[in-house]
């Protein structure tokens, strides 16, 4: 099995899902602490759009991604910071984007491998040029979410407090987009547009349930991420199923159980005892 | 451009496509109303799971996508309420049906065309059959939404008043869910999976911004689902572009344009709905039972600065 | 009109309410007040036959209460309804004559009259046909009034229609419901954090604290001995300006 190692394209997909596993849980946090699952679903979506574009014109489908998820990121970050409820704009901008998608497919004649790789990820089939736009857009990406970590975290759980502290609310929101555009179109080669929530929100979602600390949430996310995705490509290699089916399996089953275990164990309740100071009657 | 509707393909498509349309836009605006769009979405997801999986198993895809979409839809509906917490498990089940749809692609060994137009959708290649089986069910989710009408929409807009009032909440919320998962169902002939927002969702985000009431908007919904579905087809029949391309682009034209003018739209009119019966107010105003109820003083000044107040408002 | 005796109520493992006793006549305009989380929605919601009693006797018009009891109308704490939604304020008021019945319901003369009558019972006919979305909270608010008296109630249960709520606004709506409990002698019970303006108008308070209360005159209930009583804790009630205000110390 090791021997595997040896080849490209398996190195390859080691090194650009290792990439991957440990941006997608950091910049997952914030998704799930903002809400903003379906932000996420719908840029990956929209992603498919660019990709399928950059296919027929021959270009990277890589770098259609990267230009119509961080176009479609501007545009959600300029409806406002209370993306939360815009389901409906949200959805609507994807589905025309998917529209043009299916155009750009129809208009390009190797229909179905396209397709199935975009979709569904081809980790085993990513370039060594791939890996290292991965690993350069993540590298950036990490630095960003790291410089603004603090006050990201601040207006994520209290916008309006942090806006009278000062804090450039409306910037963070555009700019955790925009972040949020480059980890989907990284993730996407692994696990394909449609999976996107595989390594973006399972792995934080899970760690969330297990510790309510910022930073042990995301560590133990980056952990999971990464257990996730070597698991899933070792399991894919043995098994001869799809890596991403794999990992997508993986995740989910790890959530739910997080989710079972959760409900079995009786609740702590905090009792607030109330008290009169300051009430008027 | 019109010669094409002689073809019986293109009949059975307009028959098929304007069953999916109704259907679609008035379980769509419950859908919009209370605010469960994401969790359509991720239902007409989950289907192509199911689909693939009967692809594989050699059973009619639509078969596959009622069973998972209507189990999905059972889930949802026991999740409850907690909306962050919600979207998240709705998200990661997509997902893991996601994963099981690509195994079984990858499983099947004959041609893949299937399963792509079921993510892409096929009207122009439906036969009889298929129209029987969409204009069933559509009938069928047509009639049970007419039955919980009154209470859905009461639980959709006070669902605690409606808990109160003897309305059993989680039993309409579950049903209505069940109903989404079959409209998505019959919807995906047309538009396929990825694009099943542009007929459940488009016509009445569309719809609920330009009318006022429940029936209005339904209405509307319904009228523009059709406008679209008829038209796309009539142009995809004279191009070689695909169907839902063009449905996708018009719901999207018409939505656009609704969604950034409709603000105006409606500050503009709001002081005329305030003052539509001047006489009322009068009348009542001049009134003695009206002064022997509110003896307070400043009931004048007040009578006079409400409609001030509401047109600096928005 | 109510009766509750020994009452009990355990949620979660954990007593919300212990031996709550008091009776409400017909007619009677209370007022509850209390900290948060002393129990106030929750005793609502035991009116309303949502929850039952762990132990004691529950009576509301003479019967155990039941989900979906017309003589009661209820109005929730107020949440802001979407700006977009496609609603008239009579739709919204509307529901609480059939909203819980199947079907969809035809167009019907005699409904459009009494949703009207609600509506000119709580001064909203001006604003009957706005979409409920760009109505102000004190508007809102008074739908919901309408709503909860569309069914010619007995009883009313407002759960703080009050909050978020200038003095002006605060005004009308303290106006409006004592115009319908004397009206219409419909007993009221209304879950408030502020009774200074309502001290003119109520005929009896119940104050709940620690999962206990007291029920009385505000007179008899808003004293220092008394509070210091059900809190466990030295509590003084100051008037000042016409107004009363309870301080207690840090526990």
Known sequence: ?281 | ?314 | MVELEHVNIQLGGRDILEDINFTVTEGEFIVMLGPNGAGKSTLLKLLLGLINPSSGLVRVLGKTPRRGNQAIGYAPQHRTLEADVALRARDLVGFGLDGHRWGIGWPDPQRQRIVDQALAEVDALAFADAPVGQLSGGEQQRLLIAQALLANPRLLLLDEPLANLDLNHQREIVDLVTRVCRGHNIAVMLVTHDINPLLQVVDRVIYMAHGHSTIGTPEEVITSSTLTRLYGSPVEVIHALDRLFVVGAET
């Open chain 2, 1 to 314: 451009m019109f010669e094409m509707l002689q073809y019986p393909f293109i009949q059975n498509a307009f028959l098929a496509g304007s069953f999916v349309a109704v259907v679609a836009a008035i379980i769509g605006y419950f859908l919009v109303i209370r605010g469960l769009t994401f969790a359509g979405d991720a239902l007409s997801h989950i289907g192509f799971a199911g689909a693939a999986g009967a692809v594989l198993l050699g059973v009619d895809p639509l078969f596959g996508l009622l069973a998972f979409s209507v189990g999905a839809a059972i889930g949802i509906g026991l999740l409850g309420k907690e909306i962050r917490e919600r979207d998240i498990a709705i998200g990661i089940m997509m997902t893991l049906a996601l994963g099981f749809g690509m195994l079984f692609l990858s499983l099947y060994k004959g041609r893949a065309e299937r399963t792509y137009s079921i993510l892409f959708g096929t009207i122009l290649g439906i036969d009889k059959t298929d129209i029987l089986v969409t204009a069933i069910f559509s009938l069928f989710a047509i009639a049970v939404v007419l039955i919980l009408f009154r209470p859905l929409l009461f639980i959709s807009f006070d669902p605690q008043v409606a808990e109160a009032r003897g309305v059993p909440v989680r039993l309409i919320a579950i049903a209505f869910m069940i109903l989404v998962a079959v409209t998505v169902s019959i919807s995906v002939q047309v538009v396929g999976v990825l694009l099943i927002f542009t007929l459940l969702v488009g016509p009445a985000a569309t719809a609920i911004r330009l009318a006022r009431r429940p029936l209005a908007a339904i209405g509307l919904a319904v009228a523009l689902g059709l406008g679209y579905t008829w038209l796309g087809i009539l142009f995809a029949a004279n191009s070689t572009w695909p169907v839902s391309f063009f449905i996708a682009t018009l719901s999207f034209g018409v939505y656009l344009p609704v969604r950034i003018f409709s603000p105006f739209w409606r500050a503009r009119s709001f002081p005329f709905w305030r003052t539509r019966r001047p006489g009322l107010r009068e009348q009542r105003s001049g009134s003695t039972e009206k002064s022997e109820r509110l003896p307070t003083s400043g009931e004048q000044e007040r009578q006079a600065e409400v409609p001030a107040a509401s047109h600096l408002r928005r």
């Open chain 1, 1 to 281: 099995m090791f021997k595997l190692l040896q080849y490209e394209f398996v190195q390859n997909a080691f090194m650009a899902g290792t990439i991957i596993a440990i941006l997608a849980p950091i910049i997952g946090y914030f998704v799930v602490v903002r809400a903003q699952a379906f932000a996420g679903h719908a840029l990956s979506h929209i992603g498919f759009a660019g990709a399928t574009g950059a296919a027929l014109l021959g270009v990277n489908p890589l770098l259609g991604m990267f230009t119509f998820t961080l176009l479609a990121a501007l545009a959600i970050g300029a409806l406002g910071e209370r993306v939360r409820g815009r389901d409906v704009e949200t959805g609507m901008a994807l589905s025309f984007a998917l529209g043009l998608g299916v155009l750009f497919l129809s208009l390009y004649s190797q229909y179905s491998r396209e397709t199935v790789s975009i979709l569904f990820g081809s980790i085993l089939s990513i370039s060594h040029d791939n890996v290292l736009i991965t690993l350069a857009g993540s590298i950036a990406a990490l630095l960003l979410i790291l410089l603004m970590f603090r006050p990201l975290l601040f207006a994520s759980i209290d916008p309006v407090v942090a806006e009278s502290r000062g804090v450039p609310v409306r910037l963070l929101s555009i700019g955790f987009l925009l972040l949020l555009a480059v980890t989907v179109s990284v993730a996407v080669q692994v696990v394909g547009v449609l999976l996107v929530f595989a390594l973006l929100v399972a792995p934080a979602a899970t760690a969330g349930r297990l510790t309510h600390r910022p930073i042990s949430a995301i560590a133990l996310g980056i952990l999971l991420g990464l257990a996730f995705t070597w698991g899933g490509l070792v399991l894919a290699i043995a098994s001869r199923w799809p890596v991403s089916f794999c990992i997508a399996a993986l995740a989910s089953l790890c959530y739910v159980i997080t989710v079972l275990r959760r409900s079995w164990r009786t609740p702590h309740r905090y009792k607030a005892l109330p008290h009169p100071n300051r009430e008027y009657v």
